[in-house]
């Protein structure tokens, strides 16, 4: 190998960061430089190349990720199955400490139970209430990623500096 600074043939050229860049230095230059960082020592562009490979991993990560939303016929859902249990609107609002007008509002579809209520009510009338959906905020993070360059990458890399 040759140092890069003095160019003498060396068996001991080891990496230095002299004024921003990474040289091959003989045992005899390196104490011009200092010792370079991980990132400088893979390169700048290598090190964003890895950046938006992790980024990627992430997204793909995020793309199986669902979200439990209730489902659509809620209401007609916890009226069947309060029925069903031959239980009144006032019945059922007290056996989960709840307000009668709660729970027919809820049947009616005029309010959304918070997850609490949900959890409640599942748990009393031996029902589900939520269903998985893909997360739709993720489908539309991931176009943008997509569209994402390197040259983004390295822009913003060279911003964070
Ligand atoms: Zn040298």
Do not use: W
Not at 30 to 37: F, H, Q
Not at 92 to 117: D, F, R, Y
């Amino acid at each position: 190998m040759i140092c890069e600074m003095c160019g003498a043939e060396s068996h001991a050229i080891e990496p230095r960061k002299i004024s921003g860049s990474v040289l091959q230095l003989c045992s005899n230059c390196a104490s011009l430089g200092e010792e370079p960082t991980y990132r400088d020592s893979i390169g700048h562009r290598a090190y964003v190349a890895q950046t938006l490979e992790k980024r990627q991993q992430k997204t793909r990560y995020k793309e199986i990720e669902t979200d439990e939303v209730l489902i659509g016929n809620l209401g007609s859902v916890v009226r069947k199955a309060r029925e069903r249990m031959n239980l009144d609107h006032a019945t059922l609002a007290s056996k989960i400490s709840e307000k009668k007008s709660i729970i027919t509002s809820v049947e009616a579809g005029n309010m959304s139970p918070n997850e609490k209520l949900t959890k409640k009510l599942e748990n009393f009338l031996k029902i589900k209430l939520t269903e998985m959906v893909e997360d739709v905020e993720v489908s539309n993070s991931k176009s943008s990623g997509e569209s994402l360059t390197m040259g983004d990458l390295i822009k913003q890399a060279m911003e964070k500096e």
